[in-house]
């Protein structure tokens, strides 16, 4: 990432940071909710997460060439 605008290494970083924040943050609220309204859907909803996961990776994912 810093390589792409090395002149804003600590905005890049600190943009990075924040979004992992908020990745968590939006996580902990979905989970929550599923548990208070459907904890039935907590493995549907585990399942599809981890699938999304796993696809977004094998998409994403370099070969190292």
């Not at 600590?10 to 996580?27: C, D, E, Q």
């Not at 907590?42 to 699938?51: F, G, M, P, R």
Request: aromatic fraction near 4%.
């Amino acid at each position: 990432m810093i390589s792409g605008a090395p002149a804003e290494a600590s905005l890049v970083v600190s943009l990075n940071a924040s979004a992992i924040y908020l990745g968590i943050g939006a996580g902990t609220l979905g989970g929550g909710l599923l548990l208070t309204t459907s904890p039935a859907l907590v493995d549907t909803a585990s399942t599809v997460v981890a699938a999304t996961a796993a696809l977004f990776l094998a998409i994403t994912r370099t070969t190292g060439d």
